[in-house]
Nanobody, 123 residues
Framework: QVLIVESGGGLVQPGGSLRLSCAAS????????MGWYRQAPGTQRELVAT???????NYADSVKGRFTISRDNAKTTVYLQIDSLKPEDTAVYYC?????????????????WGQGTQVTVSS
């Protein structure tokens, strides 16, 4: 059974930065694409960034240039560096593994969801 634990969220002012971490235990981490998602109140969870097993990265248009995804296979951990935070980035952030499906495909994630980590951007 795979356990996902996200951390690193918090309350930050607009323009600030955070680094989120996602540790995945008991998984074939190095061979799968990992994704970061977020869900704001009253909205559906959305995919914001992915990183393949070979290190190829993709981002949602809304976060390009501000979010950077990375991974450490030895630590079975994926990171999300978030810079120039905006109030609209406020959400619970989650990570999960994805099979090779189109960006907008929902419900394809490989593991059970973790508890997420709350990011709140407010002055």
């Amino acid at each position: 059974q795979v356990l996902i634990v996200e951390s690193g969220g918090g309350l930050v002012q607009p323009g600030g930065s955070l680094r989120l971490s996602c540790a995945a235990s008991g998984s074939i981490f190095s061979g799968v694409t990992m994704g970061w998602y977020r869900q704001a109140p009253g909205t559906q969870r959305e995919l914001v960034a992915t990183i393949s097993s070979s290190g190829n990265k993709n981002y949602a248009d809304s976060v390009k240039g501000r979010f950077t995804i990375s991974r450490d296979n030895a630590k079975t951990t994926v990171y999300l560096q978030i810079d120039s935070l905006k109030p609209e980035d406020t959400a619970v952030y989650y990570c999960n593994a994805r099979p090779p499906v189109p960006w907008g495909t929902r419900g394809a994630e490989l593991y059970s969801w973790g508890q997420g980590t709350q990011v709140t951007v407010s002055s």
